[in-house]
């Protein structure tokens, strides 16, 4: 059995060896404790673009939300845009194209919402929400019928030099996962 100090008598630990060992840890932590402080600073910068996109929503400001999002990549997340914003030729609120949450067929009215973590994977960063939703279910022309539901939801962001971007914004259980960038944006 080796014991702690036969170690010490095997690595002959010489007041020069013990200093360089000292510097060692010292540098370790202290670039640990720098790295944790970064990481936090970053964790703050995605709460905040979170904080601004909520925000338009709870204002009805569906537009300025969708905005946040990083232009479209391809055709089809260029549809859905189009669609959310109201630019396809849907004939929909009476002949005048009006941005879908507008609407009120299947979007919904944020309450509030809670960042439960933040992570990161390279330069991409995940933070996961939790909202507080509404969504009027009654007929056009009656009274409201009101549904509240709690949702789980992802936000992807980009981090381009300090400038944060949602890449993507998502149901942390998608019911579809051909186009994730706007499916955050579907009711329930």
Known sequence: MITI???WQ???LTPKKLLV???FVLVSLAVVCCWQAKSHKEALEVEKVIATF???KYQKDF???IRMLTLPQNQEEKGWLDHLLGNDPVDTNNGNLSPRFLNKTNYHLLVGYDIEKVTKKGN???AHIKELRILNVADEGTSPEYETK???LTFELLNNGGNYEISRYYHTNPTSIANLKYEGFVAF
Do not use: W
Request: aromatic share 10%.
């Open 5 to 7: 100090p036969m170690i």
């Open 10 to 12: 095997r690595i002959r």
């Open 21 to 23: 060992l000292v510097l």
């Open 54 to 56: 909520e925000g338009h």
């Open 63 to 65: 537009v300025g939300a």
């Open 124 to 126: 991409l960063f995940y």
């Open 150 to 152: 709690t949702q789980d």
